[in-house]
């Protein structure tokens, strides 16, 4: 802890946790401070952005003054209620903090509740609130505000431009002369409580009320304590696949059903590079994952709103579908770098948007595709204009489908035809040829299965690499994509054919590193693939890929080893990030990464019960293939 209380910069990633409230998060380092912090959604600017910088960018902390000797933390139950002990020579405080989830109203505005509860002896805290509207870059005007009428209310109110929020609480930290910066200290004995509640508001003039901040919390315990009873699990490892499932939710955007990559933007792949990205968007490509893992668990409202999401996301000319969109079904993200920001430990450059939503990236359709036939198995309703834009994406397709793209990684390098959209451009047709033969909607089936076999045979004579024994990431290519682990899961071939045992054992001698997995080979001579500098960590949902594509050839127990390691992982509150860095033995990549805990649940499923994406599951009492 003592490290953490010199930072003057932001933590260790895996140093972090997550607040929620349905429309938008923070993330609360071990030091007591809150780093990230977004309003009022996952992808506004952010008010607190020493994530990205350091203190001077906004952040409120909240811990002791004198030295920690011990931190321990965890969530409470199922719940987001973070609790983080603070140990002392002194005696013991507990720093609670949490977020009302906003799930139905729409008029609920963005509220940050923190509580310090002695617990032994007495302890002195610090309350340091500095503000920094637009990623860092503006400094509000903060006044004190008396009010007595209707009642005695008394708060800080912060104002720059469009951004307001309020600071409540039992003691407000004061200014501090010569620092743009509110502080306060006070004396935290055992059975004693104080709390602040800070607010977002969209209009200065119609400010937020006061809030209980002990039934905020309340409330917030039993909102998740409800959601957790609906969840439909009681295999191995119940505490991460629970938590891992409350990540999801939590990264849902309640107003839409859209679901993050991850609440932050720009953490590195790796401290000696540029592979810094903007992840709070919602990909088309996790769609098939979040529907498979929400269902298969129970989550069956959250499924069908984000196939709601998916359709209106998607609505319009097939030849405009995006790879990724914003939380609301917004189209253009267009990428600028506040070159205020230093970026997280001074890798830059910090990136606000995603270039990439205007790749073809043809892996998508595939997706789409079998979201959507997912979605069917599992009794929801196809509706007449759910299959004409189905239809209408797969006339679009026909037209290109011969075309090279940017592929699933979204690399930056040239077009190129990688084996995964290949095989996804697969999946896409044959998910068309099964709506109309298992589920009898009408289209052109005798074409789409033409051009389904054409694929199909494609692949295995151009992504198959019969001198190294195995699938490559792209055609004439002898590089290697943890990508093509998917290939059985996808139904595309047996896991037990020769072509897909070779792709594992390649993948394993190639791309594995003890239980963890590249993407595939950054290292120097193969940076041409994606036109970056620098390596990056491997990346935690390929090493739950191989654990799935290890179960399904007949390696049950070593998948069941490799996925208890990977569990290992997770931080001390169970989250994860997008990579882990097997030379500093870090985190990195965005976090936490919804990406990363789809597919631990889905490997729970795939070993402990459930339904895999390649299984059919007729809940209409069809029959499936």
């Not at 996952?42 to 910088?53: H, K, M, N």
């Not at 002990?85 to 009302?100: E, K």
């Not at 579908?321 to 890798?347: A, K």
């Amino acid at each position: 802890m003592a490290d953490d209380q010199q930072r003057t910069g932001p933590s260790l990633i895996e140093h972090y946790a997550l607040l929620s409230d349905l429309r938008t998060s923070a993330l609360v380092g071990r030091d007591g401070s809150i780093d990230w912090l977004c309003l009022p959604r996952f992808d506004s600017p952010a008010c607190f952005t020493r994530l990205l910088g350091d203190d001077q960018h906004g952040h409120w902390r909240i811990a002791p003054t004198c030295p920690v000797q011990r931190v321990q933390r965890r969530y409470r139950d199922n719940s987001l209620v973070l609790e983080t002990d603070f140990h002392t020579d002194y005696g013991t405080v507990r720093l609670i903090d949490s977020m009302p989830p906003h799930e139905k109203n729409q008029n609920d505005q963005p509220c940050v509740v923190r509580t310090v509860e002695g617990i032994t002896g007495e302890v002195e805290i610090r309350v340091r609130w500095v503000v920094r509207f637009a990623y860092g870059h503006s400094k509000p005007w903060v006044r004190t505000i008396r009010e007595r009428e209707p009642l005695l209310d008394e708060y800080l109110l912060a104002l720059a431009g469009p951004h307001t929020v309020v600071l409540r609480g039992d003691k407000l930290p004061r200014r501090k002369e010569d620092e743009w910066a509110h502080e306060t200290t006070l004396t935290v004995r055992a059975g004693e409580r104080h709390s602040w509640v800070m607010q977002w508001s969209q209009d200065p003039d119609r400010l937020p009320a006061p809030v209980d901040p002990d039934q905020q919390v309340r409330e917030n315990e039993e909102f998740w304590r409800e959601w957790s009873q609906r969840i439909t699990y009681n295999g191995p490892h119940e505490d991460a696949v629970y938590r891992s499932l409350a990540t999801l939710k939590a990264l849902t955007y309640a107003p839409s059903g859209g679901m993050v990559a991850a609440p932050t933007t720009s953490l590195p792949e790796a401290l000696d590079g540029n592979r810094n990205w903007d992840y709070r968007y919602c990909w088309l490509r996790d769609a098939t994952l979040v529907l498979l893992a929400l269902d298969n668990y129970g989550c069956s409202a959250e499924a069908a709103a984000w196939r709601r999401w998916l359709l209106r996301s998607v609505a319009g000319d097939p030849a405009d579908v995006q790879v990724m969109y914003g939380v609301g079904g917004e189209r253009h993200l267009l990428e600028w770098q506040p070159d205020w920001l230093p970026g997280y430990e001074d890798t830059a450059p910090v990136r606000i948007g995603n270039a990439a939503y205007g790749q073809l990236q043809l892996d998508v359709f595939g997706e789409v595709m079998d979201a959507l036939h997912l979605a069917r198995e599992r009794g929801v309703t196809e509706t007449p204009d759910s299959w004409a834009l189905q239809r209408g994406l797969l006339k679009h397709l026909e037209t290109i489908w011969q075309r090279p793209d940017k592929g699933l990684w979204e690399v930056r390098g040239p077009d190129r035809y990688f084996t995964h959209s290949r095989v996804m451009i697969w999946v896409a047709f044959d998910r068309a040829v099964r709506a109309v033969e298992e589920d009898e909607l009408p289209g052109p089936v005798e074409r789409w299965r033409e051009i389904r076999d054409t694929v199909h045979e494609e692949v295995l004579e151009h992504g198959f690499n019969s001198e190294i024994g195995s699938f490559t990431q792209y055609y004439g290519g002898t590089t290697l994509d943890a990508a093509t682990l998917l290939i059985p899961a996808l139904g595309f071939l047996p896991a037990d054919d020769e072509r897909m045992l070779g792709t594992v054992r390649a993948v394993e001698q190639q791309l594995r590193h003890g239980v963890l997995v590249d993407r595939y080979s950054t290292h120097e001579g193969t940076s041409s693939v994606d036109a970056l500098t620098g390596r990056e960590g491997s990346f935690l949902a390929c090493s739950f890929w191989l654990v799935d594509a290890l179960a399904m050839c007949g390696r049950r127990d070593e998948a069941e080893r490799v996925f208890e390691e990977l569990l290992g992982m997770a931080n001390d509150v169970g989250l994860l990030s997008e990579e882990y860095d097997v030379h500093s033995g870090r985190f990195t990549g965005n976090f936490p990464q919804a990406f990363s805990h789809l597919a631990l649940v889905n490997s729970a499923a795939v070993l402990y019960g459930g339904h895999t994406r390649n299984e059919s599951d007729r809940r209409d009492g069809r029959r499936g293939r």
